[in-house]
């Protein structure tokens, strides 16, 4: 029994908190004389087990996150936080921008646990890709003329630029004349370096078509002493060879040569 209590039990007494108990204990049996005596137990405080906390996968999102996942103490137990230099708090500690940050950590026990000495975490917010919304092919014919290749792509966390096949890269949007394939490439350079990295980009193929040929024709004339024209509004062709103009009455040939671009 526990010294001051009345009554001994064949069971032994337990002892749940810190500090110092007498028991009191009493041996008889039929025949024998009966023997008592005490002894002291002490308990002492003990090292709380506890989970550590963990550092969190971050990506920047221009929003303040919450840094670790919570570590967890037995009951009575206490555990601290902080961020670099900055004040103990119970609560997790957050931040914004991408870089490496280190989260302190530490556990105030009670009268039945010990302390736990500050340790620490290191936790790493990364850079974001550049999002962007990707150039797009244009549907082209041969016109004679430079035309733009592609759509404009678009970002909102930084700039567009452009280059044509192993040429340099640029702001502006690709253009071409000649009818053909053409390969565009694009990527995305960020606005804030400090928070975001480059989108490598992609490519895309685009084709100039070539254009049909055309033109009008008379074949036949009513003499008026002026020169006539037989082939006139030509695209895309020419004439080769023969008479294409002329006066006087008679049969004439034109031959027609279609343009290779």
């Known amino acids: ?10 069971s032994a007494p337990t002892i749940t908190n810190v500090g110092s108990v007498e028991i009191e204990y009493r041996v008889s049996k039929t025949n024998y004389n009966t023997k008592t005596g005490s002894y002291t137990v002490t308990v002492t405080k003990g090292t709380p087990s506890i989970t ?3 550092a969190k996968t971050l990506t920047y999102n221009e929003s303040n996150q919450t840094l670790i996942n919570a570590g967890s103490v037995p009951s009575g137990c206490t555990m601290y936080y902080k961020l670099g230099n900055g004040s103990w708090s119970t609560s997790l500690p957050q931040a914004k921008d991408a870089g ?4 302190y950590y530490k ?3 009670n009268s039945n646990w010990n302390d736990v000495a500050q340790q620490s975490i290191s936790v790493t917010i990364n850079k974001k890709t550049c999002a962007a ?3 797009t092919a244009k549907t082209l014919t041969y016109t004679g003329s430079a035309q733009a290749l592609v759509n404009a792509g678009s970002s909102s966390e930084g700039t567009m630029y452009y280059k044509l096949g192993n040429g340099s890269w640029s702001t502006s949007v690709p253009t071409a004349t000649n009818a053909g394939s053409y390969t565009v490439y694009w990527e995305v350079r960020p606005t804030d370096t400090n928070n975001y990295v480059k ?3 992609s490519s895309v193929s685009v084709t100039i078509g070539k254009k049909t040929a055309s033109y009008s024709s008379t074949t036949s004339f009513t003499y008026n002493g002026s020169a006539r024209t037989a082939v006139t509004s030509m695209v895309g062709c020419s004439v080769k060879s023969g008479t294409n103009s002329a006066t006087n009455v008679g049969s004439y040939s034109v031959v027609i ?3 290779d671009t």
């Open 1 to 10: 029994r526990k010294k001051g209590t009345t009554s001994y039990s064949s």
């Open 52 to 54: 550590a906390p963990t």
């Open 100 to 103: 490496t940050y280190t989260v």
């Open 107 to 109: 556990v105030t026990g």
């Open 133 to 135: 919304t990707a150039p």
């Open 199 to 201: 989108n490598n980009g």
């Open 257 to 259: 040569k279609i343009s």
